[in-house]
């Protein structure tokens, strides 16, 4: 009997009794559905995270002020003014490992154009802090070394400010004070988005760290810096950037080995990766427990193929003394089985692909839909089909032609 | 004719029931030629049905030889066996045993499908064997549209659809009123008759014995006696 044949019975045995077949492929269609929405969650979540790592930058050492003691109390981290731009300067030129060493300091400001005024974060930053952070500009440029190094008063501002202040006016060229100190604006950032903590990283003022510390921080700021970004020169040299600047902030501040050091590095990179890794773990886990009602489906397929089977032993026994083999018996059933988990696969993978649609539409979780997993996800029902109809196939091949013509 | 079709010798057949054994065929040696119409009567649990089931090859001798168009079946495995029963071997049952989801038509087409021939010869060798028992207006009819004696003859045209070489008959008028009975003997003659068929009938009606050329007589998996019928 060739495969058309069988496939032909098959599908006939199944029409009669439509109502089985369809709750018998609804655990399939169940199980395919799930694993397909909860790995497009979690392959969603895990882009997310990639995509806000790229947005960062890569491969980033934080270094922070300390904590230090004065009169029995510790301030926080980043509380004090330990890190200068002496520090920083050092950081960048004397240490192999580091590409870039971006000072910054911030703070909050209302910042006025006009009769328009809008209370934003103001940034200290060098022209490094844009290298590393990949952030251009979509109008403009962004300021030069040379104007860090004269403490010029120009502005460069973020998407969200722009808008709030300028509406759909060009910003460039114009004057914005800040604290009354009148700036030029002369570049408009590219937009950036959310930040992983979720703040508007647009809703921001970036001006040269000079002018920040003479003209807007008061003058405790005046050569001390609130955090420096570092850059390691690739992804393999992080550790040794990190061990690098901890060697030489040690020594420039004279902390002698063994004592609390008045600053921090924390490498950022490492901590994306935790963030990367667990949603991978999430996504995994939840590919399994989805899994699970995929072998619960296929259990029903091999329970409903068994009880077909058994009522069917007559109609087996005529086959046979027609002159079936024991192949074509164990193919007619086989065929019924895959029939059974291919159609609820396909099903599945339709619902599945909807469901997760759905899901971003409604609950706003990023979701991503691979080819590769809807071909595994199709492969793997397939499989289920072939592996728990084997045994009632094989059971129905291996039946006494004169048992089963007796049978009822 | 001539050339025997069928040679048992010295056959035995042993079921072994828990632990009780039953020697259901005792050294039963028979040759049958081709064309000849054999009845087979006997009580029940006389061994008539074991005899059915090793001359249709669903069953194996314990012991003993059968030959069937010269070749030695009794030793051949299950796909083996199918392929036989494909070629050689028609059936008809009490219970006609069609396949009940499907039309005459394709039920005739049975052992056709799992000799591979191609459909469309399938179709024709199929509408012709219904032809021959009557039933060509029937063929897209289901079994349960259609009576026992139709159903019977469906039943005969797919047995015969191969030109098999041995027809077995296991009472086959056990369900039906006696003048469709004569009506499905007529065929059997006429499938003798005319197309040559060698045909074994198992029954235990004389009546219908009396359609054979030659009657075999089954007594304790024995034959007790073999001769021809008188024909009255």
């Known amino acids: ?408 | 004719m001539g050339s025997p079709v069928i040679v048992l010798s010295g056959l035995h057949k042993t079921y072994h029931l828990g632990e009780v054994t039953v020697e259901a065929l005792r050294n039963v040696s028979l040759s049958i030629d081709r064309g000849e119409f054999i009845a087979v009567m006997g009580a029940s649990g006389s061994g008539k049905s074991t005899l059915m089931n090793i001359l249709g090859c669903l069953d194996r001798p314990t012991s003993g030889t059968y030959r069937l168009d010269g070749e030695d079946v009794g030793s051949l495995g299950r796909d083996a066996l199918a392929a036989i029963r494909r070629r050689k071997i028609g059936f008809v049952f009490q219970g006609f045993n069609l396949l009940s989801r499907m039309t005459a038509l394709e039920n005739v087409e049975l052992p056709m499908i799992y000799e591979d021939v191609a459909s469309g010869v399938r179709m024709e060798r199929a509408r012709e064997a219904l032809r021959s028992v009557g039933l060509l207006d029937r063929e897209h009819h289901l079994p349960s549209q259609m009576s026992g004696g139709q159903q019977q003859r469906v039943a005969i045209a797919r047995a015969v659809v191969n030109a098999p070489s041995l027809l077995l008959a296991d009472e086959p008028t056990g369900n039906l009123d006696s003048a469709t009975s004569g009506d499905i003997m007529g065929i059997f003659r006429e499938l003798s008759d005319v197309r040559g068929i060698t045909l074994v009938l198992v029954t235990h009606e004389p009546d219908l014995a009396r359609y054979a050329n030659r009657m075999v007589r089954f007594r304790d998996g024995r034959i007790i006696s073999d001769e021809p019928v008188n024909k009255a």
């Open chain 1, 1 to 408: 009997m060739n495969i058309y044949s069988a496939a032909k019975v098959s599908y006939r045995s199944l029409r009669a009794n439509k109502l089985r077949s369809a709750l018998t492929m609804l655990g399939m269609i169940i199980g395919v559905a799930a694993v397909i929405a909860m790995v497009a969650i979690g392959s969603g979540a895990n882009e997310r995270i990639a995509s806000q790592i790229a947005s960062i930058g890569s491969n980033l050492i934080l270094v922070l002020p300390g904590s230090t003691t004065s009169g029995g109390l510790r301030s926080g981290f980043g509380g004090t003014h330990t890190l200068t731009m002496a520090d920083a300067r050092a950081i960048g030129k004397e240490l192999p490992a580091v590409r870039y060493a971006a000072p910054s300091n911030r703070s909050g400001s209302p910042v006025v154009y006009g009769n328009q005024n809008w209370s934003t974060i103001i940034q200290g930053l060098t022209p490094d802090y844009f290298e590393i952070r990949e952030w251009g500009v979509s109008g403009g440029r962004i300021f030069t070394s040379a104007e860090v190094e004269a403490a010029s008063k120009v502005a460069v501002l973020g998407q969200t400010v722009a808008y709030n202040l300028f509406g759909d006016e060009n910003p460039i060229g114009k004057y914005v004070r800040i604290k009354r100190v009148p700036f030029t604006v002369i570049g408009l950032l590219e937009r950036k988005g959310q930040s992983i903590q979720g703040q508007d990283q647009d809703d921001t003022v970036a001006v040269p760290i000079t002018t920040a510390q003479r003209k807007l921080f008061g003058s405790s700021h005046i050569g001390t810096v609130g955090v420096v970004l570092v850059q390691a020169v690739d992804g393999d040299s992080v550790k040794e950037a990190e061990r690098q600047v901890n060697e030489l902030l040690r020594q420039r501040h004279r902390i002698g080995p063994g004592d609390q050091p008045d600053f921090s590095v924390r490498n950022l990179s490492e901590m994306l990766a935790v963030a990367e890794e667990s949603t991978r773990i999430m996504s995994l886990l939840l590919g399994a427990i989805a899994s699970v009602s995929l072998l619960v489906g296929g259990i029903g397929i091999m329970n409903i193929m068994l009880v077909s089977v058994t009522e069917r032993t007559r109609e087996i026994g005529i086959r046979m003394a027609v002159g079936a083999r024991e192949r074509d018996i164990l193919l007619q059933f086989l065929i019924e089985a895959l029939v059974l988990s291919v159609t609820g696969g396909a099903v599945g993978i339709l619902l599945g692909v909807a469901g997760s649609s759905l899901i971003s539409r409604f609950a706003g979780w990023s979701t991503l839909i691979s080819p590769g997993a809807v071909l595994v996800a199709f492969v793997f029902s397939a499989a289920v089909g072939v592996f728990f109809g084997f045994y009632p196939a094989r059971k129905a091949s291996r039946l006494d032609p004169i048992e089963a013509l007796r049978y009822e």
